[in-house]
C-alpha cells in the first residue's frame, strides 16, 4: 500500500484510521496492544536500517495519563528489536519532535507531533486514499508504505 507523502523521512509513525467508502480518516493519539509489539518488531527488524530511535510521551505529557506507550510495553519492544535502540522522550505539547539523523536508522514515532503536516491534518479531520477495505486499523505508516497490523494473539 502507498505511504503518506507529507510524513518525515525514514519515519514510522503508529496510528489507527477508520476507513468508510474508502477514505481514511487518521487518529495518532492511540492505545498500542500489547498484541502488536511483535508484529512491529518483526517489520522493523526486517528494514535495511541498524539503529531504531523510539519516540515516545513521557509522564510529563499534560494530555494524557502517563507515559505513552506504557513504559513496560517500551521495555518489551526495545528487548524486541534486534536493532541498536534509543528511546526519544519528547517535549510535552506543543513542543515538536526534533530532526534527527536519520542516516542508517528508523524512527518509530508514537503520538502527536506539533512539528509534523500529516498529525495537523489528522487533528483537522483530512481523510486520505491508502486502499484499504472499510473497516479500523491499527497501522505503521511512512512516506513510503503503509502497513496493516495483525495482533499476535500467542
Known amino acids: 500500500m502507498p505511504g503518506i507523502t507529507n510524513i518525515e523521512n525514514n519515519t514510522l509513525l ?56 506504557e513504559t513496560n ?34 524512527i518509530l514515532r508514537f503520538g502527536y507531533n506539533e512539528g509534523s503536516e500529516f498529525d495537523k491534518s489528522t487533528a483537522s479531520k483530512t481523510k486520505y486514499e491508502i486502499g484499504l477495505e472499510d473497516g479500523k486499523y491499527n497501522l505503521l505508516i511512512s512516506n513510503e508504505t503503509t502497513i496493516k497490523l495483525v495482533a499476535d494473539l500467542i
Open 14 to 69: 503508529f496510528c489507527n484510521c477508520k476507513v468508510e467508502n474508502g477514505l481514511a480518516e487518521f487518529s495518532v493519539n492511540n492505545n498500542l496492544p500489547s498484541t502488536l509489539l511483535k508484529p512491529i518488531a518483526k517489520y522493523i527488524n526486517g528494514l535495511d536500517k541498524n539503529k531504531v530511535i523510539l519516540v515516545v510521551r513521557s509522564e510529563k505529557e499534560h494530555y494524557t495519563p502517563g507515559p505513552f506507550p
Open 73 to 106: 510495553k517500551v521495555r518489551k519492544l526495545t528487548r524486541l528489536l534486534k536493532k541498536e535502540v534509543r528511546v526519544f522522550y519528547q517535549e510535552p505539547w506543543p513542543s515538536p519532535v526534533p530532526l534527527f539523523n536519520t542516516d542508517d536508522t528508523v
